[in-house]
C-alpha cells in the first residue's frame, strides 16, 4: 500500500489518471481544432505506419478527412520525421526543431559505441565489411558526414541514393553502409520525409530531404529550450507522468528532464500515484473526475496513448492482463478499441472493391450498449478508411 499522499502531491486513482490521459487525447469527445494544433496537442503522432495518424486523428477530431493530414503535410505546416526513441513522428513545423534537438542529443553522446557495435556485428558477417572497416575504421568524423549528407539532400533523395552517398564519401561497401545509414540519420537528424511518404495509401520507403531545404532555415533554440519544450508537450499530451515517463518516451536522459521541471516552477503540480510514484502535470492541465462519461474509441497501430508511459504506468489504459494481446514480442502494437476508456479489444479491417468488414475482437463480455457502440463507431470507421467500398459492416467476434 502506497498509504495517504501528503497534501502536496495528492493522490490520483488509475480512473483519474484515466481520464486525465482522454480529456488530453481528445478521446473523451471529438473537437474541432486544424491539424497542426492538433498534433502539438497530442504529442506529435507515430508514424511507422502510414494509415496510423489518419485513424488517430479521425478518432479525436470533428470531420476529419484524409485531406486534412495530407494538405497540412504537403503544405508543410505538419512534417514527417525520426524522433522520439530513433521513431517516425508526424510533428508540426514549429516543433520539428525543439523536439529533434531535445531527443538527439543523448544519441548523439552515445553515436562511437554504437557505430562500433554495428561495425562488428556486420563485418563479422562479410569478409569484404571486414575489410573495408579494417582500412577506414568506420564512417569517419560524424560532423564531416553529417554536413555532407545534408548538403546532397537539399533536394529530396531516396534511400539507395543516400546509401551510395555515404558508402562513397566514407569508403565502406553500400551492404554496410545500409546497415549504418539510418542509424546515423536517427541519431543526427536535419532531414524530413517528402511527401508522398506520410500520405495516407504510400507504403513505400520515403525520399529524405534536409530540414532547412523543406522548411526553410529558422532560428536554432537553445538545448536548455528544447527540453524544456519537449517536457511540456509530454505533459500536456500525456500527463500526469513521472520522469521516467518522458525519458522512456523521449530517450531525453533523466538530469535535464528535472531541470526542465525545475525551470517550468510553479507552472508544474505533483502529484502520486496508487504505487507511490511521483507524478508530474502541467497546472492548468483538465484533470477530469473519475466517473466523466467515456465514449467507444478505435486507436489504430502505435498509437502513443497506450505507450508514452514505462509499463508500469501504462495501466492506465492498458490492463496488464492484455498487454501480451496488444504489444507483441517484434515491437508491433495492436490496433485497439477503448470502451469505458479502457483497452477492452483489438480490430482489424479487411477490404475489397465490394465489402469493407471491420471485426472486433473483443477481451471480455460487452455489455448490450456497449457491442451497439462498438459496432456503430466501427461502421463509422469502415467508411472512413474504406470509402470506396460499396457496403460496411462490423463484425464483433466471440470474447478472447
Same mark, same amino acid.
Given at each position: 500500500?502506497?498509504?495517504?499522499?501528503?497534501?502536496?502531491?495528492?493522490?490520483?486513482?488509475?480512473?483519474?489518471l484515466n481520464?486525465?490521459?482522454?480529456?488530453?487525447q481528445?478521446?473523451?469527445?471529438?473537437?474541432?481544432?486544424?491539424?497542426?494544433?492538433?498534433v502539438?496537442?497530442?504529442?506529435?503522432?507515430?508514424?511507422?505506419?502510414?494509415?496510423?495518424?489518419?485513424?488517430?486523428?479521425?478518432?479525436?477530431?470533428?470531420?476529419?478527412?484524409?485531406?486534412d493530414?495530407e494538405?497540412?503535410?504537403i503544405?508543410?505546416?505538419?512534417?514527417?520525421? *525520426?524522433?522520439?526513441?530513433?521513431?517516425?513522428h508526424?510533428?508540426?513545423?514549429?516543433?520539428?526543431?525543439?523536439?529533434?534537438?531535445?531527443?538527439?542529443?543523448?544519441?548523439?553522446r552515445i553515436?562511437?559505441?554504437?557505430?562500433?557495435m554495428?561495425?562488428?556485428?556486420?563485418?563479422?558477417?562479410?569478409?569484404?565489411?571486414?575489410?573495408?572497416?579494417?582500412? *577506414?575504421?568506420?564512417?569517419?568524423?560524424?560532423?564531416?558526414?553529417?554536413?555532407?549528407?545534408?548538403?546532397?539532400?537539399?533536394?529530396?533523395?531516396?534511400?539507395?541514393?543516400?546509401?551510395?552517398?555515404?558508402?562513397?564519401?566514407?569508403?565502406?561497401?553500400?551492404?554496410?553502409?545500409?546497415?549504418?545509414?539510418?542509424?546515423?540519420?536517427?541519431?543526427?537528424?536535419?532531414?524530413?520525409?517528402?511527401?508522398?511518404?506520410? *500520405?495516407?495509401?504510400?507504403?513505400?520507403?520515403?525520399?529524405?530531404v534536409?530540414?532547412?531545404?523543406?522548411?526553410?532555415?529558422?532560428a536554432?533554440?537553445?538545448?536548455?529550450?528544447?527540453?524544456?519544450?519537449?517536457?511540456?508537450?509530454?505533459?500536456?499530451a500525456?500527463?500526469?507522468?513521472?520522469?521516467?515517463?518522458?525519458?522512456?518516451?523521449?530517450?531525453?536522459?533523466?538530469?535535464?528532464?528535472?531541470?526542465?521541471?525545475?525551470?517550468?516552477?510553479?507552472?508544474?503540480? $505533483?502529484?502520486?500515484?496508487?504505487?507511490?510514484?511521483?507524478?508530474?502535470?502541467?497546472?492548468?492541465?483538465?484533470?477530469?473526475?473519475?466517473?466523466?462519461?467515456?465514449?467507444?474509441?478505435?486507436?489504430?497501430?502505435?498509437?502513443?496513448?497506450?505507450?508514452?508511459?514505462?509499463?508500469?504506468?501504462?495501466?492506465?489504459?492498458?490492463?496488464?492482463?492484455?498487454?501480451?494481446?496488444?504489444?507483441?514480442?517484434?515491437?508491433?502494437?495492436?490496433?485497439?478499441?477503448?470502451?469505458?476508456?479502457?483497452?477492452?479489444?483489438?480490430?482489424q479491417?479487411?477490404? $475489397?472493391?465490394?465489402?469493407? $468488414?471491420?471485426?472486433?475482437r473483443?477481451?471480455?463480455?460487452?455489455?448490450?450498449?456497449?457491442?451497439?457502440?462498438?459496432?456503430?463507431?466501427?461502421?463509422?470507421?469502415?467508411?472512413?478508411?474504406?470509402?470506396?467500398?460499396?457496403?460496411h459492416?462490423?463484425?464483433?467476434?466471440?470474447?478472447?
Amino acid at each position: 500500500m502506497a498509504g495517504r499522499a501528503p497534501p502536496d502531491r495528492p493522490l490520483l486513482t488509475l480512473r483519474e489518471l484515466n481520464r486525465a490521459l482522454l480529456a488530453r487525447q481528445m478521446l473523451l469527445r471529438r473537437e474541432r481544432v486544424a491539424v497542426p494544433a492538433a498534433v502539438e496537442r497530442l504529442g506529435a503522432l507515430q508514424a511507422q505506419f502510414s494509415p496510423s495518424p489518419y485513424v488517430a486523428l479521425w478518432s479525436r477530431l470533428q470531420r476529419f478527412k484524409i485531406a486534412d493530414l495530407e494538405g497540412a503535410l504537403i503544405a508543410k505546416r505538419v512534417v514527417k520525421a *525520426t524522433l522520439m526513441r530513433g521513431t517516425l513522428h508526424i510533428c508540426s513545423a514549429r516543433d520539428h526543431a525543439l523536439y529533434a534537438l531535445a531527443v538527439s542529443e543523448a544519441r548523439k553522446r552515445i553515436w562511437g559505441s554504437v557505430e562500433k557495435m554495428l561495425l562488428r556485428y556486420h563485418s563479422a558477417q562479410s569478409p569484404a565489411a571486414r575489410v573495408a572497416v579494417e582500412r *577506414t575504421g568506420g564512417m569517419g568524423d560524424p560532423a564531416r558526414v553529417h554536413a555532407a549528407v545534408l548538403s546532397f539532400a537539399a533536394t529530396p533523395r531516396s534511400r539507395d541514393e543516400l546509401i551510395a552517398f555515404l558508402a562513397e564519401r566514407t569508403t565502406l561497401p553500400a551492404e554496410l553502409t545500409r546497415h549504418l545509414v539510418w542509424q546515423f540519420v536517427a541519431t543526427y537528424g536535419g532531414l524530413v520525409h517528402a511527401p508522398p511518404s506520410g *500520405t495516407f495509401a504510400y507504403r513505400r520507403s520515403g525520399a529524405l530531404v534536409s530540414t532547412s531545404a523543406w522548411l526553410g532555415d529558422r532560428a536554432q533554440p537553445s538545448l536548455e529550450g528544447a527540453v524544456a519544450h519537449s517536457v511540456r508537450r509530454h505533459l500536456g499530451a500525456f500527463g500526469p507522468a513521472s520522469v521516467d515517463d518522458i525519458s522512456s518516451w523521449t530517450h531525453i536522459r533523466v538530469p535535464p528532464i528535472r531541470d526542465a521541471l525545475a525551470t517550468l516552477g510553479a507552472r508544474v503540480r $505533483t502529484f502520486r500515484g496508487e504505487t507511490g510514484t511521483v507524478l508530474y502535470d502541467l497546472a492548468r492541465a483538465p484533470r477530469p473526475p473519475a466517473d466523466t462519461a467515456a465514449p467507444v474509441r478505435f486507436l489504430p497501430k502505435w498509437d502513443s496513448a497506450l505507450l508514452a508511459y514505462v509499463p508500469a504506468d501504462r495501466l492506465r489504459i492498458l490492463p496488464e492482463r492484455y498487454r501480451k494481446a496488444v504489444i507483441i514480442k517484434n515491437g508491433d502494437v495492436a490496433q485497439t478499441v477503448l470502451v469505458d476508456g479502457i483497452v477492452a479489444g483489438t480490430w482489424q479491417l479487411e477490404r $475489397t472493391p465490394r465489402i469493407a $468488414t471491420l471485426t472486433v475482437r473483443p477481451f471480455g463480455r460487452l455489455a448490450r450498449d456497449e457491442r451497439e457502440e462498438v459496432v456503430a463507431e466501427g461502421e463509422r470507421l469502415a467508411r472512413f478508411i474504406a470509402p470506396d467500398s460499396r457496403s460496411h459492416g462490423v463484425r464483433v467476434g466471440a470474447p478472447a
